[in-house]
């Protein structure tokens, strides 16, 4: 058994889904729209630039979370899972998916995006397995606070390896699917690095390093 690990936004799914949360609260008026869209537009276009703090964004964006109870935060996670998860959904990614469970391989989403949002949708996908960012829960109340190690960048790696060391397995073998280059240092720990439908930046490294590129948009992998 082989490790296929999987990035979530714009890989598995067709957008970002935590940039997607965002615009599910302000249409739902839940923050103040002006300021908060604005925010979010930064800190999207941060990431997607090499240029995002983790902690700043991860502040700004677990707020939300603290001011309601966890059990409406459930019902409108519910509606954000229908009205803004299920279009981003890809047959392609579903495919590969299936794919490397026929092969027997042990499927992981590993993801920057907090596990309050990607929980569901890594349900909705049939993945057991999930490495997120873990927003601290206190007194069943989420406290604008995570637990551990940011899961971005070279966070993946730290996160990946306590993971990999509890479940007593290792990278031989492994896959890895990203669209970003912020992905980069977790692209070159693994044994078989790939690019789906890669920004600008990994698009480059992949093709001078020869590593496979695909679509899940536009093509069956």
């Known amino acids: 058994m082989s490790l296929a690990l999987f990035d979530l936004d714009n890989t598995l799914i067709a957008g970002d889904s935590d940039h997607a949360w965002g615009q599910f609260l302000v249409e739902r008026g839940l923050v103040d729209a002006a300021e908060y869209k604005k925010s979010n537009d930064f800190y999207l276009q941060a990431y997607q630039d090499g ?12 707020a ?38 026929q092969q027997g391989d042990r499927i992981v989403i590993i993801t920057a995006t907090n596990f ?62 990203s669209d970003s280059h912020n992905d980069l240092p977790l692209l070159l720990k693994v044994d078989h690095p790939v690019a789906v439908d890669p920004d600008a930046q990994l698009k480059a490294h992949a093709e001078q390093a020869g590593w496979p590129i695909l679509s899940l948009r536009n093509k069956a992998p």
Do not use: N
């Not at 240029?51 to 677990?62: P, V």
């Not at 069943?140 to 993971?163: A, S, V």
């Open 116 to 177: 309050f949002i990607t929980e569901p949708i890594a349900a909705r996908l049939g993945v057991e397995d999930l490495i997120a960012v873990r927003p601290e829960i206190l007194d069943q109340r989420y406290t604008g606070r995570i637990t551990g190690t940011p899961c971005f960048r070279e966070g993946k790696i730290t996160c990946l390896e306590e993971w990999l060391a509890t479940e007593k397995l290792d990278l031989t073998g492994s896959h890895f699917y």
């Open 64 to 101: 939300p979370l603290t001011r309601h109870p966890l059990q409406q935060l459930h019902q409108w996670r519910e509606e954000f899972m229908r009205d803004k998860i299920e279009p981003l959904l890809l047959p392609h990614a579903e495919a590969l998916l299936d794919q490397h469970r």
């Open 51 to 62: 240029t995002l703090d983790i902690h700043e964004y991860l502040a700004f964006s677990l």
